[in-house]
Every structure is written in structure tokens, then in C-alpha cells.
């Protein structure tokens, strides 16, 4: 499948990246809580993906559904899988089924995760990293060779770690040719969703639509 499918949903399009088995440090709590309040931020305009996996993918989608329960609204949600693979688990289907739109959405591209890591960074406008493993990193750093915004929840442990010591120059930088002023270092889930909300990226797409 190509991307043509995705120019139906809304945008900007709000990629979430993060492990399916989290490393320390990562705390549920804001992942869920991070879900709740990007969805209340897309009520105005926008989507939000992430690669259907366990962990944090799925604890982000609980905070968004908690919201859409709330407010009997659907979810504003898909999910990125490679073709020819089964698809997120049951749990995301069952927490769908509690949505207005009550099914799960869901896209593919790529024959493999390597490739659909690729999809990601260029169907989103902008990335948001916590915790992670390598596949996170390879996530993060694509989308930056895309010059897609980087928000990096920073204190969550694993690659969002690395990547907020590649941004303050604590390890050796990677020969790339990356703007690392894509990159922004926040400290907790409101700081992400305050900075989204009053950026200039988040308003070249709500003003005057």
C-alpha cells in the first residue's frame, strides 16, 4: 500500500514512538495521561498514530479512549502496520469498540518494520518520543532527516534519553546531516502538549480553517 489512504485524516498528523516492552524509568501514568490530553488538543483539528504495539503505543491509546469515552467523541486514531502482518493486539480493538467510532483504524505500509519505521517518520508532522528501545531511535532519527519536530519527553528513560543527550551534546554526535533545533526537550506531558498548543506549528494548521 502506498500513503494515499492517509491524506483522509485531519492534520497535522501527531506521531507517538515508544517501546512495546519499556525500559526503566518509563512511567504508564504519563503516556496514559499524555493520550488524554493530545486528544483534548485535536478536538480543534488533527490525528493521532502510533505503531500499534504493546506498552507505550498501547497505554497512549487508553488516555485517548478515557477522552472519547468523556466526551462521546471517536478517537481521532489509527494505527501503522507493516502488510502482512496480523495487526496491534486484541486490547486495542477492545478498547476501540468503546469509542463513537468503535472500530480501531487501521493502516499498513511496508513489507516489514524496517520499512514501516520509514512510512512513520514521513506520514507524521510531527514525532513525540517516550522511553523506546533501538527501533525507537531508528524512528526518531528518519523523521529528523525528514525535518519532522521531535518532542522528547526527556526524564522517560531508554532512547528518548539518548536523544535528549544527542540534543545538549552529552554523547557524540551521529554523522548525519540533522537540524537538531527540531528537537525539543520537555520534562513532563504538559510541558509537550503547552508547547504543541502555542507553537507556530500547531497554528499554520488551525488558523483559518
Known sequence: MGLENLTNYEKPIIGVIGAAVPLPQYDEKEARKLGYE?????ERRGTLFTGGVPGIGFDFYQGIVDYSIEKNVSDKFF??????????????FELAKKTKNCIL???KAGKDMEERRTHLA?????????NGAEGTIDEALKGLLLRKQLLCLQNSGGAAE??????????ERIPLEIDYDLIRLHNSTEEIVNYLSNSNFYKSYTEDK
Open 79 to 92: 494505527v501503522l502496520f507493516p502488510e502482512g502482518q496480523m495487526g496491534p493486539p486484541e486490547e486495542y
Open 122 to 130: 514521513r506520514i507524521a508532522d510531527a514525532l513525540i518520543i517516550i
Open 162 to 171: 539518548v536523544i535528549a543527550k544527542l540534543k545538549k551534546g552529552e554523547i
Open 105 to 107: 483504524r487501521i493502516e
Open 38 to 42: 493530545l486528544r483534548k488538543l485535536v
